[in-house]
């Protein structure tokens, strides 16, 4: 009864378009699955370009509950996308500051230092996103496109072949496509 009474609130604010606070003095239980669900609503505006009014559902979050890592990560995510990279920066070292071992806030934060051209920490930070969970696709398919800027491009290839084997294949199809990253001959050479 109480979530409802929550969700109604938080629907008709949006609707209203007023800004409200929640007094929430329930459980830590209901704290988290309200800041889930304020998270789930950013994650809503975000997929529709609408990257503030995600980020006021992110700080909703937050504050609700502080330490929530996945919310922090994808704040940055949409600080990022506006191209706010210090910003960003500082919620994706919050979120791995919650969460040491969340490997996508590592490969989303290097994404920034991509994007500011530091390629070194980029680097870096995709290596511990695959180190943390190397299933995980981007990472390689984001390191890879560090080592192809940078000419290294064996070692570009091979990050393109990882990437596609856990299902993230358009880099290396449109690589092949050009003539880059012959797969049947880097297959035999990569090590595994």
């Known amino acids: 009864m109480t979530r409802n009474i929550c969700i109604f609130i938080l629907l008709v604010s949006l609707n209203s378009g007023c800004a409200f606070t929640l007094s929430h003095n329930g459980s830590p239980s209901d704290s988290k699955r309200l800041a889930a669900e304020f998270n789930q609503l950013g994650n ?4 529709k370009g609408q990257y503030d009014r995600a980020i006021r559902e992110y700080k909703k979050a937050i ?21 706010e990279y210090d910003r960003a920066l500082i919620q994706f070292g919050r979120a791995i500051e919650n969460n040491p071992r969340y490997a996508r806030a590592y490969n989303n934060r290097g994404l920034v230092f991509f994007a500011k051209g530091q390629y070194d920490r980029a680097v870096l930070d995709y290596n511990r996103a695959i180190e943390l969970e190397p299933e995980l ?3 390689y398919d984001n390191r890879g496109t560090v080592y192809m800027l940078t000419g290294k491009i064996e070692k570009a290839c091979s990050d393109f072949v990882r990437a596609c084997d856990r299902g993230e294949c358009s880099t290396y199809e449109m690589l092949a496509e050009n003539g880059y990253c012959n ?4 297959a035999m050479s990569l090590p595994y």
């Open 44 to 47: 809503g505006f975000f997929s």
């Open 63 to 83: 504050k609700i509950s502080p330490r929530y890592a996945k919310a922090h990560s994808n704040l940055g995510y949409a600080l990022f996308e506006k191209k």
């Open 137 to 139: 696709a981007k990472p």
């Open 183 to 186: 797969f049947s001959q880097l």
